[in-house]
């Protein structure tokens, strides 16, 4: 299985739509893994045209009334705070912010995993910093996709990411975009 990773896409703040590098990425995807902060559900419908996708919540996307460029997400069965999906032998939790291990030392990974999943999981997708990245650790890998739209917090084409997962066996990988 083949997912597609994006995060932090920030429509319609950094332009009104997502840019056709990223649908151009994703062909042949089996799921797309939408990290928060869309801004608006067309992001995930627009993104289902591509393959089935999911999202998690993030801080932008709640209704900002001062900001017309984040009306914020309405109601819809593809957003949770956080999901957990199983994908053959592997978990993966998706969701918006996850601190890295070494940014709380005061928790342990089972508590994050307690915190914001309600179980452990195998692989964490999360956004939020704009910073694609892959962090391995004993039983965790963390994979940030950064953004496509405002990479490292500075308008531009930017990245996404995917995993392949093949049995138990997990391979993730950053794609810049051209």
């Not at 083949?2 to 319609?12: A, Q, Y």
């Not at 801004?39 to 289902?48: A, K």
């Not at 591509?50 to 109601?75: C, F, H, K, M």
């Not at 957990?84 to 089972?110: A, Q």
Request: hydrophobic share 40%.
């Amino acid at each position: 299985m083949r997912i597609g990773l994006v995060s932090d896409t920030h429509v319609p703040e950094t332009g009104p739509e997502i840019p056709p590098q990223v649908y151009a990425a994703f062909e042949g995807v089996d799921m797309i893994f939408h990290a928060g902060d869309m801004h608006v559900n067309d992001v995930l419908d627009w993104l289902e045209t591509v393959a089935p996708t999911i999202g998690a919540r993030g801080n932008g996307d709640y209704p900002t009334p001062w900001n017309p460029n984040r009306p914020g997400l309405s109601e819809d069965p593809r957003v949770k705070d956080s999901h957990v999906v199983r994908v053959g032998h592997v978990s993966v939790g998706l969701i918006h912010g996850f601190p890295l291990p070494e940014e709380v030392p005061w928790r342990t990974i089972d508590e994050l995993f307690a915190m914001y999943f309600s179980q452990a999981v195998d692989v964490v997708v999360c956004g939020d910093t704009h910073v694609a990245r892959i962090d391995r650790y004993e039983n965790l890998l963390v994979v940030n996709p950064g953004s496509p739209t405002l990479p490292n917090q500075v308008s531009g084409l930017g990245t996404v990411g995917f995993l392949d997962i093949v049995g138990n066996q997990i391979t993730p990988s950053i794609l810049q975009l051209t």
